[in-house]
């Protein structure tokens, strides 16, 4: 089975700075997709960025960019230029090209200090 | 707008009642999910469906059941609420894989407590 491993529950950064969260997930397969999403306090999970396994260019979404190393199975986003209303729980999430189910990992609690 | 809608954000109920959460989208999804939120834990799936009277296990189904009579509606059934099931549950729908750009569409979550 898969799974998504976030290994820091909790950063913070200043305002205006830049912060990367990691991600690494397990799986045998070559052909899947990999996600971002924030979860704000009001609780509504917005997607933040998607990533597609076979494409080898890095996404990005304004200033949201991954980090994709396929090999290392290591999926890291960066945010930079970090605002208040980035204050979120982040998920990474995996999900195989073949299923339906997207796998998701602990969360990481990001603060933003002003 | 897309739209997944939670009928209720906060529940509280009593050890041994049976509870129904809502879950309806309005996109058309064949899709549609039940996840249990808990800290440290991330999100665990307990059913989906993909298409109407259809349904899946997930990693932690014991305890729920699903129904799914109409493809905009999914509903997550506990038969007897225990205090374990204390938890925030997350209904979200998405197209079918293969689907160009397909993604998760969340609802806002229903933070249900048993006591």
């Known amino acids: 089975a898969q799974t998504v491993t976030q290994s820091q529950p909790e950063m913070s950064v200043q305002e205006a700075e830049t912060v990367t969260l990691s991600c690494t997930y397990d799986?045998?397969?070559?052909?899947?997709?990999l996600f971002w999403y924030k979860q704000p306090p009001s609780r509504q999970m917005i997607l933040v960025i998607r990533q597609e396994a076979y494409k080898q260019q890095n996404a990005t979404e304004n200033r949201f960019s991954v980090n994709f190393q396929k090999a290392a199975k290591s999926f890291s986003l960066k945010i930079s230029d970090s605002q208040l209303g980035d204050a979120a729980m982040y998920f990474c999430?995996?999900?195989?090209?073949?299923?339906?189910?997207?796998?998701f990992g602990p969360g990481t609690r990001l603060s933003v200090l002003p | 707008d897309v739209k997944v809608t939670q009928s209720s954000r906060y529940l509280v109920k009593r050890t041994g009642e049976k509870v129904f959460l809502e879950c309806v989208q309005d996109m058309d999804h064949e899709n549609m999910f039940w996840y249990r939120q808990d800290p440290g834990l991330g999100l665990r799936l307990i059913y989906f469906s993909y298409d109407v009277k259809m349904k899946e296990k997930g990693d932690i189904p014991e305890g729920y059941s699903v129904s799914r009579e109409k493809k905009e509606r999914f509903s997550l059934i506990l038969e007897s609420a225990s205090t374990n099931q204390t938890s925030m549950y997350l209904c979200?729908?998405?197209?079918?894989?293969?689907?160009?750009?397909?993604?998760?569409?969340f609802g806002s979550g229903t933070q249900l407590s048993v006591l």
């Open positions: 999430a995996y999900r195989s090209a073949r299923g339906q189910n997207f796998v």
């Open positions: 799986t045998s397969e070559s052909d899947y997709y």
């Open positions: 979200a729908s998405s197209l079918p894989q293969g689907v160009a750009n397909e993604k998760l569409f």
